[in-house]
């Protein structure tokens, strides 16, 4: 016969100890109390069921069984074996007391700690109305031009709303797609700014991409440069030059995501935004009045700088350049390596056969000044042949095998590819000598010398050979990028100041003769017009302009151009 052992039902024993505790009667009378006192708004009191049923069905407790009743006690003197009324009573042993615990207090609700709100996506709501928008003042102004405005007239609503002059132009696009703006459409986008958007990060975001997304892609800061373009007096000098336009607003657009857009998802968020310092400059567009004293996004300059550099490799001016063309930049010194693998999608995301201006933009950033962090990234991603998240040995000799080549067409003694590793580990130090990450690189001190050592043959001797007395002390710090720019930007100037000189003489004795009879006749020559002013300091040739822009002949480009 097989035995078989009954295994209990958990299920089972657990209803069964349920019903059993739900049956005394102290517990449903304490929850019957506790459910009113609820339904009443009141906290129950919070007494522990060990303790309500050993205070009201257990029995008291003892040190020892109680003895049954007439049981003989024991007394602390012999008993006498006595008859009759003299005979001592028995002791008895005093049963030991029972303490009763004291009820509990109630808890007022109010003591109840709570954990404060401490994250705000959409900044922090005021407190206080102290900084709340008048909007009758902006009503009033709305009545005094008939309800409707235009969008120059939106640099006064910028005014008493209390942001900065260069969101006009998104806003009232955000309001309205026709020629005028009634009040209704601006009180509309108005009350969803108050009610959602707590400070002007989420505020920019929202006029920016018209409440669509909770992020900016590189679209929706079109307009805002465009603004930019249309009434800064820095830039009244392109009115006439259309053409200029849309290189400047991509060259602007993309330095704000190249410095902005940390994440490489081509997606600002908020977080970044806030990060940045893209707000605090755009804000200073409307003090400053010459645009080439904000480095950061918005100068001339530097835009000037960066458009010249790719029209001299885009030959055939298709806003294209192949890998052939970007070879010859700044000599033929860049790794030609490390070029091919833009190619790839290594930074660009996509392979292709070609680079687009807004893809040069960042090369041109990332090659200028590679202690920037997108720069450093930029190059990392270049360098990780196989995406494992490291340099390793063999890549860091893969791209040293080219300068090595490059070393010998310049004619330079050679630098063993064993010292340059060891000087490359030398100067990142990074966890594992065997491999390199990027928060080695990010960590530090030269950045700039490392990637160079493999990409730049020529920036790399340069290091080499610098005389470090020749450093300037007290001068204001400028980024390696802003010294490009300038030093770009003077050479270009130099240039443009030869050719006109070199014009001027050739063509000096043939126009001698017309000019004597326009002097005849009381007409007046165009002074000055081959020069328009470019933030109050340069000044531009038309000359210049044809030959570098390919706008027609000279006369043609200085219609384009206007004149001071």
């Known amino acids: 016969m097989i035995m078989v052992t009954a295994i209990p039902n958990t299920k089972v024993k657990i209803n069964e100890l349920l019903i059993q505790w739900l049956s005394n009667d102290k517990i449903y009378e304490q929850l019957q109390d506790d459910l009113q006192s609820i339904l009443n708004g009141k906290v129950p009191e919070v007494v522990p069921t060990k303790q309500l049923l050993s205070r009201a069905v257990s029995p008291p407790l003892h040190k020892h069984p109680v003895s049954p009743r007439g049981s003989p006690r024991i007394s602390n003197s012999p008993v006498k074996q006595q008859t009759g009324s003299n005979r001592p009573l028995p002791h008895r042993t005093p049963s030991p007391a029972v303490t009763v615990p004291e009820p509990r207090k109630k808890q007022s609700p109010h003591k109840t700690s709570v954990i404060p709100k401490f994250y705000f996506p959409m900044g922090k709501p ?48 955000a309001c309205t ?63 006439n030059a259309p053409e ?10 993309g330095r704000i ?46 835009f000037y700088v960066i458009y010249c550099k790719f029209w001299e490799l885009d030959t055939d001016h298709d806003l294209r350049i192949s890998l052939e063309d970007i070879m010859k930049h700044a000599d033929r010194t860049v790794n030609p390596r490390a070029l091919e693998r833009l190619f790839k999608g290594t930074v660009t995301f996509r392979p292709t056969d070609v680079i687009t201006y807004s893809d040069f933009i960042w090369f041109l950033l990332a090659e200028e000044d590679k202690t920037h962090n997108t ?42 590819v064993l010292d340059c590793i060891c000087q490359a580990i030398d100067i990142v130090k990074p966890k594992n000598e065997t491999k390199i990450s990027l928060s080695d690189i990010k960590k530090c001190q030269q950045p700039s010398l490392f990637f160079n050592i493999f990409l730049n043959i020529q920036k790399f001797l340069d290091h080499e050979l610098k005389d470090p007395s020749t450093n300037k002390e007290g001068e204001l710090p400028l980024s390696d990028w802003d010294r490009y720019a300038a030093r770009e930007y003077e050479e270009l100037i130099a240039d443009e100041e030869d050719n006109m000189n070199y014009d001027d003489d050739d063509f000096e004795e ?12 009381g007409a007046g020559g165009p002074s000055g017009a081959g020069k328009s002013g470019i933030g109050g300091e340069a000044s531009y040739d038309g000359e210049f302009l044809a030959r570098q822009f390919d706008f027609g002949n000279a006369a043609s480009a200085v219609e384009k151009y206007g004149s001071e």
């Open 126 to 173: 005021f407190e206080n109305t102290a900084n709340a928008v008048d909007l009758s003042s902006i009503k009033k102004f709305f009545g005094n031009n008939n309800d409707t405005v235009t969008l120059k007239q939106f640099a006064e609503i910028m005014k008493l709303m209390e942001l900065p002059l260069y969101w006009k132009r998104p806003l009232y696009e």
């Open 177 to 239: 797609s026709s020629s005028t703006c009634t009040y209704d459409q601006f009180h509309q986008v108005f009350e969803h700014l108050v009610t959602y958007c707590h400070d002007h990060v989420a505020k920019f975001v929202r006029i920016l991409s018209k409440g669509k997304r909770s992020y900016l892609v590189a679209e929706d800061f079109t307009n805002l440069v465009q603004d930019v373009i249309d009434s800064h007096p820095g830039m009244s000098f392109l009115d």
């Open 244 to 253: 200029f336009h849309a290189r400047y607003i991509e060259t602007v657009v």
């Open 257 to 302: 995501m190249y410095n902005v857009n940390r994440s490489w998802t081509k997606k600002i968020t908020m977080k970044e935004l806030r990060e940045s310092n893209f707000l605090k400059v755009l804000s200073t567009l409307e003090d400053e009045s010459d645009i080439n004293q904000v480095s950061d996004y918005f100068s001339y300059e530097h």
């Open 375 to 416: 720069a450093i990234e930029y190059w990392f991603r270049v360098m990780d042949l196989d995406g494992d998240g490291f340099i390793s040995l063999y890549e860091l000799e893969y791209f040293y095998q080219a300068q090595l080549e490059k070393m010998r067409c310049l004619g330079v003694e050679e630098c063993s």
């Open 510 to 521: 043939d126009f001698q003769d017309e000019d004597e009879d326009e002097e005849d006749s």
